[in-house]
């Protein structure tokens, strides 16, 4: 079945320094999501990317999605303590069932 | 808009009692789906729903059952708790699986 891994799972920042999470799937995606999860809070939904090779940015986060479909980057640009959770990926093939990776845990030293 | 509203927020089931986790959306959305979340595994999909009438399983389906005879409502069935079931469960709700989609505030579930 699909499989969706994210690397690393954990990383501590000094605030002010630069966060990537990386997103790998086992198969070609429709699309790529990506979600944002506060410390005892729920996902939220930050952005999707759909076409090949695409690259989206949101303040200072840039968003990726690779040129094959089957993997995709989140990198945050000078780290805030506001940037703090878990950060998740999820895809779908087609219309089939949203699968979400293993998610980065980012931790902000002040 | 209320969004999805899951209850409870939290639970103590013992080993074996049985209990159902609702889920509601007002949003009109088809899709519909239960996660798990339990430490470094991230999010896995349980079962999830493409419409009223219809269900399907996810990656970590043994043990629950789901119906979905309205498009607002998705419960989830725990049969016979076991306490590998303790974990963070969310509820999400879509227009279709390639769209945002909007979660519940999560139920914390303590099997003892």
């Known amino acids: 079945g699909q499989q969706v891994m994210q690397i690393p799972q954990y990383q501590h920042v000094q605030e002010g320094e630069d966060f990537t999470t990386y997103c790998n799937s086992s198969?070609?995606?429709?699309?790529i999501q990506w979600y944002k999860q506060r410390p005892g809070g729920h996902p939220v939904f930050l952005i999707q990317?759909?076409?090949?090779?695409e690259v989206k940015k949101q303040k200072r986060l840039t968003f990726q999605f690779g040129e094959a479909k089957k993997n995709s980057s989140l990198h945050i640009t000078a780290t805030q303590t506001t940037d703090v959770g878990t950060y998740f990926c999820?895809?779908?093939?087609?219309?089939?069932?949203?699968?979400f990776g293993t998610g980065t845990r980012l931790t902000i030293i002040p | 808009n209320a969004g999805v509203t899951q209850t409870p927020k939290f639970q103590v089931l013992k080993t074996g009692q049985s209990m159902t986790l609702q889920c509601a959306q007002d949003?009109?959305?088809?899709?519909m789906s239960w996660y798990r979340q339990d430490p470094g595994m991230g999010l896995r999909l349980i079962h999830y729903?493409?419409?009223?009438?219809?269900?399907d399983q996810g990656e970590v389906p043994n043990g629950y059952n789901v119906s979905r005879s309205t498009t607002e409502d998705f419960p989830l069935r725990l049969l016979s708790a076991a306490p590998s079931q303790t974990s963070v469960y969310f509820c999400?709700?879509?227009?279709?699986?390639?769209?945002?989609?909007?979660f519940g505030q999560g139920t914390r579930l303590t099997v003892v």
């Open positions: 999400a709700s879509s227009q279709d699986s390639n769209t945002e989609a909007f």
């Open positions: 198969t070609t995606l429709s699309n």
């Open positions: 990317l759909v076409k090949s090779g």
């Open positions: 999820a895809g779908t093939r087609g219309n089939e069932k949203l699968t």
């Open positions: 949003m009109n959305h088809e899709y």
């Open positions: 729903s493409v419409g009223a009438g219809i269900t």
